[in-house]
């Protein structure tokens, strides 16, 4: 087996690691959040699913990895986790608008601070480990995901404060205002990875 054969196995245990924890995480997350009314936690529910989407896709690029259009597939796999980022940038922001708007305060979620903890403590880790397997495999597809795993230790940090703030302090605008921090971040990320910015492997 070469070096790029293993590199590539090893890219697909992280996906499918990152794919059944991201399952749980959007279920916990977004049941929680319906019930809380926080539009910070249904948010990081929803990426745990388009992360999840992501993750799939990178499962078909990395299975694909011997095809002779190999390119090809990595260039489509970039723009569908792009459009993944986008899709995800405008529901956050619109829900937190309308929550500013509306003024509607969440209830306290013990559940939610939980997987927010959880999340900040393992996306970082396989966040670093995936990309430097994109980096070994020289797929800006992989370096794109990795961030998104990335970004969702990000949100994890913005999403445990705004519930931590609601929680111990009864602040509500706390929650919608996470929310708000999250979108640009999430958008500047599928822009880049739009542009095919997503490798920087040398």
Request: with cysteine.
């Amino acid at each position: 087996m070469t070096d790029r054969q293993t590199a590539v196995r090893r890219g697909l245990r992280l996906e499918y690691l990152t794919l059944g924890y991201n399952v749980v995480e959007a279920v916990v997350s977004m049941v929680s959040g319906v019930l809380a009314g926080s539009i910070a936690l249904v948010g990081f529910g929803v990426d745990a699913v388009i992360e999840s989407i992501s993750g799939s896709v990178m499962l078909w690029r990395l299975k694909s990895d011997d095809h002779h259009k190999r390119e090809e597939f990595e260039q489509r796999a970039l723009k569908l986790i792009g459009v993944s980022f986008l899709v995800l940038a405008a529901y956050v922001g619109y829900e937190a608008v309308e929550k500013l708007w509306t003024r509607e305060a969440p209830e306290r979620s013990i559940p939610g601070i939980g997987i927010a903890c959880c999340s900040l403590a393992i996306m970082p880790v396989l966040a670093r480990t995936k990309r430097g397997v994109g980096r070994e495999i020289q797929s800006a597809a992989m370096v794109a995901d990795s961030r998104q795993t990335e970004l969702c230790s990000w949100l994890s940090a913005i999403l445990l404060g705004g519930l931590l703030l609601n929680a111990a302090m009864g602040w509500w605008w706390a929650d919608p205002v996470a929310g708000l921090l999250m979108t640009p971040i999430i958008a500047r990320e599928g822009i880049s990875a739009l542009k095919g910015e997503g490798c920087h492997c040398h």
